[in-house]
């Protein structure tokens, strides 16, 4: 398990990531009047046998020492054709508020400061010293991480990993809206749903992949079918020989901020030079956006 994950689930903050509050013990009520079950030393484990729901779970025993799956669903995304034009992102709002995810708040949608509740987000930032600058375009969703921090961290068994195909979801039924999800990803990929009080994050369109009502070729995340310049790839990283898996030995493809140990199972393909705009940029520009607040 991770250091910096076991300081926080201690209550203790640690230089890679802020101190989060102790966990609440057995029987307390959390803020919303919900009484959990939880123990304040093994919030995961204990959360998740007092739900009886193990058998579901990828986490078993100890927290923080996931099964390694034999697959491994995913999405990898291709920043050298992303164009920045949202269709993933507005797709991923429409089908994921008429489908099982949903609704997805929008509060104040026509006013000066709408905000709302977005699975996939798309930042749009220069890189590199003029004149040899890039616009880049890097969407953003839940990595679906093999060794998923939120997961140990939920003290209601809420978030977990399916062991058959490695997506990491929410039960809504037993969140309780404490964030600690939140706190533990480190790629801010979590959002509250401020009028159900429940978190939310990508489902990979669980409610779609496996929809015998959809044709076969529709079986696929919104986002990645609504990509106009296929931008986004879908598969089993676990395959050797899916689409996904090639793209990603063939084209370098990479993982978003190794260093915290999360093993994400979305990557990115890194972009290529552009000679048209000099010769700052490296041979491969494996991009990582700014960290701070996202702009959808
Ligand atoms: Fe959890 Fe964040 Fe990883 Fe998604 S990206 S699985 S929310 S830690
Ligand atoms: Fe679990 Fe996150 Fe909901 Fe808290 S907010 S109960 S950690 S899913």
């Given at each position: 398990?991770?250091?910096?994950?076991?300081?926080?689930?201690?209550?203790?903050?640690?230089?890679?990531?802020?101190?989060?509050?102790?966990?609440?013990?057995?029987?307390?009520?959390?803020?919303?009047?919900?009484?959990?079950?939880?123990?304040?030393?093994?919030?995961?484990?204990?959360?998740?046998?007092?739900?009886?729901?193990?058998?579901?779970?990828?986490?078993?025993?100890?927290?923080?020492?996931?099964?390694?799956?034999?697959?491994?669903?995913?999405?990898?995304?291709?920043l050298?054709?992303?164009?920045?034009?949202?269709?993933?992102?507005?797709?991923?709002?429409?089908?994921?508020?008429?489908?099982?995810?949903?609704?997805?708040?929008?509060?104040?949608?026509?006013?000066?400061?709408?905000?709302?509740?977005?699975?996939?987000?798309?930042?749009?930032?220069?890189a590199?010293?003029?004149?040899?600058?890039?616009?880049i375009?890097f969407?953003?969703?839940?990595?679906?991480?093999?060794?998923?921090?939120?997961?140990?961290?939920?003290?209601?068994?809420?978030?977990?990993?399916?062991?058959?195909?490695?997506?990491?979801?929410?039960?809504?039924?037993?969140?309780?809206?404490?964030?600690?999800?939140?706190?533990?990803?480190?790629?801010?990929?979590?959002?509250?749903?401020?009028?159900?009080?429940?978190?939310?994050?990508?489902?990979?369109?669980?409610?779609?992949?496996?929809?015998?009502?959809?044709?076969?070729?529709?079986?696929?995340?919104?986002?990645?079918?609504?990509?106009?310049?296929?931008?986004?790839?879908?598969?089993?990283?676990?395959?050797?020989?899916?689409?996904?898996?090639?793209?990603?030995?063939?084209?370098?493809?990479?993982?978003?901020?190794?260093?915290?140990?999360?093993?994400?199972?979305?990557?990115y393909?890194p972009r290529?030079?552009?000679?048209?705009?000099?010769?700052?940029?490296?041979?491969?520009w494996k991009a990582t956006p700014?960290?701070?607040?996202?702009?959808?």
């Open positions: 398990m991770m250091n910096w994950l076991k300081d926080l689930l201690a209550g203790g903050g640690t230089e890679a990531g802020p101190r989060m509050p102790p966990l609440q013990t057995a029987g307390a009520t959390a803020a919303g009047g919900t009484s959990v079950a939880v123990a304040a030393s093994a919030a995961g484990k204990a959360g998740r046998a007092a739900n009886g729901s193990a058998a579901e779970r990828a986490y078993v025993g100890d927290i923080g020492k996931p099964e390694t799956l034999a697959r491994q669903l995913a999405l990898v995304i291709d050298n054709v992303c164009v920045g034009c949202h269709a993933c992102v507005t797709s991923c709002k429409e089908w994921n508020s008429s489908g099982s995810a949903g609704p997805l708040a929008d509060e104040n949608p026509y006013g000066a400061n709408p905000t709302g509740t977005f699975f996939n987000r798309v930042q749009t930032y220069e590199g010293v003029f004149p040899g600058t890039e616009t375009h969407p953003k969703s839940c990595l679906h991480c093999e060794d998923a921090p939120c997961v140990p961290v939920c003290p209601t068994g809420a978030s977990y990993k399916r062991k058959e195909d490695g997506i990491v979801l929410v039960d809504y039924d037993k969140c309780i809206a404490c964030k600690y999800c939140a706190w533990a990803c480190p790629y801010g990929m979590r959002e509250l749903d401020e009028e159900r009080q429940v978190m939310t994050k990508c489902t990979l369109c669980v409610d779609r992949i496996y929809n015998e009502e959809l044709a076969p070729r529709d079986r696929k995340p919104a986002c990645v079918l609504a990509c106009p310049t296929g931008a986004r790839l879908f598969g089993d990283v676990k395959d050797p020989d899916s689409e996904v898996s090639k793209a990603i030995r063939e084209r370098g493809g990479y993982e978003l901020m190794p260093e915290w140990g999360t093993n994400p199972a979305n990557h393909l290529r030079p552009n000679n048209a705009v000099g010769t700052n940029p490296p041979e491969t700014p960290t701070g607040s996202e702009e959808a």
